[in-house]
C-alpha cells in the first residue's frame, strides 16, 4: 500500500502509539521508525537512562533532534509523548504527515503506566502524570490534524485508524 502522507500519532505515555505505530506498519507493510528508540540508539542507553543523567529537558531537545531529522521515508512514525514541547518539531512533521492524536482518558493512561516510573517521561521530577496530562492534553488538540479514541480496543483503534487512511 502506498499512503500519500506519512502518519504520525502523537498522545500521551501509555496511549498506544508505539503498540498501534507497529500494528499498522506491519498490516499494511510501511516503513515504520519509534522516536524514542531512536533516541535510545543514539545514545545507547534507556530513556530512563538518558533522564538520569541529562535530564527531562535534555530529552525533549532530543525527541526535537530526532524529528528534525525525519522525513516521508517513514510512512508511520511514533512520536514521544513530549514531542508536543517542539513547535518546530511538530511543523517539520505536518510537511510531510498526517499528525493522529491518540486521545486515550487519564484514567486508561494512569492503569497504562502507573506514576511513570522507569519510563524516561519528559518532565520535571515533582511533575505528577496527572499535571503533566493537564498540561499537555491542549498541545495534542491543537497539533492534531485528526483525534482517535485511544481507550478503546486494539482492533477498534485500528478501525479508527484505517477510516481515516482509507
Do not use: W
Not at 542507553?45 to 529537558?57: H, L, N, P, T, V
Not at 486521545?103 to 518532565?123: E, L, N, Q, T, W
Not at 490534524?145 to 486494539?154: L, P, Q, R, V
Amino acid at each position: 500500500m502506498i499512503l500519500k502522507k506519512s502518519i504520525s500519532f502523537i498522545g500521551m505515555a501509555g496511549c498506544g502509539k508505539s503498540t498501534i505505530g507497529k500494528i499498522v506498519s506491519q498490516k499494511y507493510d510501511l516503513s515504520f521508525c519509534d522516536t524514542d528508540e531512536l533516541i535510545e540508539k543514539k545514545y545507547n542507553a534507556s530513556m530512563e537512562d538518558i533522564k538520569i543523567k541529562f535530564g527531562y529537558k535534555f530529552i525533549r531537545e532530543a525527541e526535537e533532534e530526532v524529528i528534525m531529522g525525519l522525513d516521508n521515508k517513514y510512512k508511520v512514525i511514533s512520536t514521544g509523548g513530549s514531542a508536543v514541547y517542539s513547535d518546530r518539531a511538530i511543523k517539520h512533521l505536518k510537511q510531510f504527515s498526517l499528525l493522529i492524536f491518540i486521545d486515550a482518558s487519564f484514567s486508561d493512561i494512569k492503569k497504562r503506566i502507573g506514576d511513570a516510573s522507569g519510563r524516561g517521561f519528559a518532565v520535571p521530577k515533582s511533575f505528577s502524570v496527572e499535571e503533566a496530562y493537564s498540561e499537555r492534553l491542549p498541545l495534542y488538540k491543537k497539533y492534531q490534524d485528526k483525534t482517535i479514541n485511544g481507550s478503546e480496543s486494539i482492533g477498534k483503534i485500528i478501525n479508527q485508524i484505517e477510516g481515516i487512511l482509507f
